[in-house]
Structure formats: structure tokens, C-alpha cells
């Protein structure tokens, strides 16, 4: 049964796609499809210090994940704004053919529709909620606060993308080693959030800092493993509640609560082509 698959079972998605031909990229940006991994691929990037103290890696609930996210959620967790936000940097940055995976997924893609990808993993917590993911063609469940190693092979991705989900993170080291593992070289990541959370699962360095401690948080995640290369980061924040920078056109928006509210982030890196 899906809900009990032992962690690491790559499960089909209920839609099954064939895979086909990578098509070269036509984006402008210069990332290009990734060359074939190379025997150097095979090596984990190795973590050169740690980020978080053991304080800072403490969540107010100490119940196993697992059980925390037993019942699916069908819910979105960020507003309109930001999922558009997301999906517009997912088409400048990420290209058709491409073998993506989307770590601590849910139900719900914010990958581009209209591009067709080769294979998309899904990862997550609740078999349930990756089965009802339209863009996964397969899917694994795997608490990444017990084992942080991806039975995902080395040099294999193109992109891997973490969506609003970094703060769970208590060995976020050992994940981004991992994520550099599984990233042909030249692959991209993309962390993305916002400032909502379930406040009793995230870490206390998370919890406690502010927007710019916790982008420089995830700038350091990056920056700890070997082989990645400066993160770059992206920020989109609403515009000020004061009445002078708001339009008359957000104001009335705002009063049928569909402004957008919740800000952007996204840090992004790639894996080097060489070791630095
Ligand atoms: C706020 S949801 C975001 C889901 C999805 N990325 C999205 O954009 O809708 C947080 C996700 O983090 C994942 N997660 C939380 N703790 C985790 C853990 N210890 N190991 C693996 N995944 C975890 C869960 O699968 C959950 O769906």
C-alpha cells in the first residue's frame, strides 16, 4: 500500500509517461542541458563545515515527521502571487527535456505546464498527496530528518527544486551534499520560500531569524558543500502596506483579499563543472 512504502521505493505516478529524447534547451539564459555525467560525478559533495549549531537544528515538535504529515494536506501553502512568481523563474531557468526533481513535493507542481520535461522524481512525506501531483512520474517518500542519503543516482538531474520546504531541515548540510550528489554537473538548484511555515516543525534557527537571516541561511546551506557554485538570490517582496505605494488598483484588490501578500524568495546555484 503507498502510504506504508518503505522510504526510498520509487513508485510510478498513477500517470505513467514515456520518457523520450532530451530536446536541447532554447531558453535565453545560459544555462545548457548538462553533458553526460562523467565518473567525477559519482563523488558526494563533501560538507566543508557546519552551518547550524545543534540549538539551531530544534523544532518545538519532536514527534517523527512522519506522523506529522500522515494525513495528506490538500491545501496550497503559499498565495497566487508567489506560485506565479515561482513558475515564471522555473521557465527562464529550467529547460524541456530536462530530468527534474522536486524534493519535499506535495500535490500540487508549480512547474511550468506547457514545458515537457523528461522524467520528474517527486519526493516528499505523504504518499497520497506525490499521487496526486500531476507533473511526477515517479514518486519516493523519505523522512529527511532520519537519513538524509537519496538512493537517486549520482550525476542524474538537471534541476533539483526544494519549494517552501527548507526550513524542516535538521541536517540541511548533509541534504544539499546530497542534492550536489545527484546534480550532473552544470545542473541547477532552486530553493524557494516564503515567511509562512507550521511554526512547531521548523527549525529554531529558521523560527527565530528574520527574511535576510534565513536567505543567508540558505545561502550558507549552498556555500558549506564543496562544489557549488555562489548562490544567487532572487527576491520579490509586495508592495509596502502604506497608503502612498499602494495603487488604487491593489488597494481594491487587497480589500477582496486578492492581493498578493506573501513574499518571494528563491536561492539558486549550480553545480560546478569542475571541483573549485
Ligand atoms: C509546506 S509543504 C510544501 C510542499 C510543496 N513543496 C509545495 O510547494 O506545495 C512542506 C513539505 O515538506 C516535506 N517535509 C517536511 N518535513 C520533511 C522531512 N523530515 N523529510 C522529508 N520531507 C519533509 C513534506 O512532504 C511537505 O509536503
New binding site residues.
Partial sequence: MLLRAPPQTLWPSPRPRLLSPAPRCSNSNDAQPSPAPSSQTAAAGSVRRLVLPPEGRAKLDPRP?RDF?AFPRLV??VDDGFIAALTDLYRERLCAGWDVLDL???W?S?LPPEVPFRRVVGH???AQ?LARNPRLDYFFV????TDQQLELESGSFDAVLC???VQ?LQSPEKVFAEILRVLKPGGVCIVSFSNRMFYE?AIAAWREGTAYSRVQLVTQYFQCVEGFTQPEVIRKLPSAGGSASVSPLDAVMRLFGMASSDPFYAVISYRNFKPM
Avoid at 523519505?142 to 530528518?145: E, F, W
Fill in positions: 515527521d504529515y496550497t501553502h519535499m513535493s506535495s500540487v508549480h516528499g512525506l505523504n498527496e523519505k523522512d529527511l530528518n519549494t517552501v520546504s524542516y516543525k
